[in-house]
């Protein structure tokens, strides 16, 4: 018998996108920097939110990202820009206060830095 062992061979990570909906705003590059930031130990899952645009711009631009601060339990946000458009996703960690946060805020943060 295979005790223990998966069926199928060998298993796929498990993602740690989820929310009620999976959009990323920037095409490929948005989910490249979302790809990047769930690599980090402390990242437990990332929860897309609401895509709001302002104005009537041309769409695409440049891609920008930022985590802001921590919560009281070490939870983050992060902002993503694309041209005209924003959107914000929760970044649960699996570290427990705010002093934490902001040590697992700043590594990703330079995560996030191109030369």
Same mark, same amino acid.
Not at 7 to 14: F, H, L, T
């Given at each position: 018998m295979?005790?223990?062992?998966?069926?199928?061979?060998?298993?796929? +990570?498990k993602?740690?996108?989820?929310?009620?909906?999976?959009?990323?705003?920037?095409?490929?590059?948005?989910?490249?920097?979302?790809?990047?930031?769930?690599?980090?130990?402390?990242?437990?899952?990332?929860?897309?939110?609401?895509i709001?645009?302002?104005?009537?711009?041309?769409?695409?631009?440049?891609?920008?990202?930022?985590?802001?601060? +921590?919560?009281?339990?070490?939870?983050?946000? !992060?902002?993503?820009?694309?041209?005209?458009?924003?959107?914000?996703?929760?970044?649960?960690?699996?570290?427990?206060?705010?002093?934490?946060?902001?040590?697992? !805020?700043?590594?990703?943060?330079? !995560?996030?830095?191109?030369?």
């Amino acid at each position: 018998m295979n005790a223990g062992k998966p069926v199928d061979g060998p298993s796929k +990570p498990k993602s740690k996108l989820g929310g009620s909906h999976t959009t990323i705003i920037g095409n490929r590059q948005g989910k490249k920097l979302v790809a990047l930031v769930s690599q980090h130990p402390e990242v437990k899952k990332i929860i897309p939110s609401v895509i709001t645009v302002k104005g009537k711009g041309s769409s695409g631009g440049l891609l920008s990202a930022k985590v802001l601060r +921590p919560d009281d339990r070490g939870n983050l946000r !992060m902002l993503i820009s694309h041209g005209t458009s924003s959107q914000e996703l929760r970044i649960v960690t699996t570290v427990g206060n705010a002093l934490e946060g902001e040590r697992v !805020m700043e590594e990703i943060n330079s !995560m996030l830095i191109v030369d």
